[in-house]
């Protein structure tokens, strides 16, 4: 096994270095090949395979884009956040109208109206304070939940 994974590491280690072979023929044209020719008057060059060095129009427009992206995915979080506080707006708005639409109702429609004082004791509405409580949660009913 060992064997096999050197001669892999080996052949591999021989690819990455390649010879060009540039001859001129009879008629004076210039070829250029990898395999070398029968010619006497042949030049020899190696080249070790490498990457082309990163071209700067392209590395700059790589950037602008993973800065483009990275702005969109910024843009995407922030609309899901959006997303999710209206939802919570909305879903906090329909519990206080259902609640004002009860109390509303309950100023309408009750018998008796009234509240508590600090010390806990029932305080009854006579007819002008369940008046103006009435007004103030058709008022309020009226801004926020139409």
């Not at 250029?32 to 030049?43: C, I, L, R």
């Not at 990457?51 to 990275?70: F, G, I, L, W």
């Not at 109390?103 to 008796?112: E, P």
Request: aromatic share 10%; with cysteine.
């Amino acid at each position: 096994m060992t064997r096999i994974l050197v001669f892999i590491l080996f052949s591999f280690s021989l690819s990455l270095h390649a010879s060009v072979y540039k001859w001129v023929d009879e008629n004076g044209k210039v070829h250029f090949t990898d395999k070398k020719p029968n010619n006497k008057n042949v030049e020899e060059k190696h080249y070790k395979n490498t990457a082309p060095a990163p071209d700067p129009e392209t590395q700059n427009h790589k950037k602008s884009m993973a800065e483009y992206m990275k702005m969109k995915q910024q843009q995407e979080r922030d609309a899901v956040k959006y997303k999710k506080q209206q939802l919570a707006r909305a879903q906090k708005k329909s519990k206080i109208c259902k609640n004002l639409l009860k109390y509303k109702n309950a100023t309408k429609n009750a018998a008796l109206v009234y509240t508590f004082d600090e010390n806990g004791h029932r305080i009854i509405y006579n007819k002008e304070q369940r008046q103006a409580a009435q007004k103030r949660a058709n008022h309020k009913y009226a801004k926020y939940c139409k």
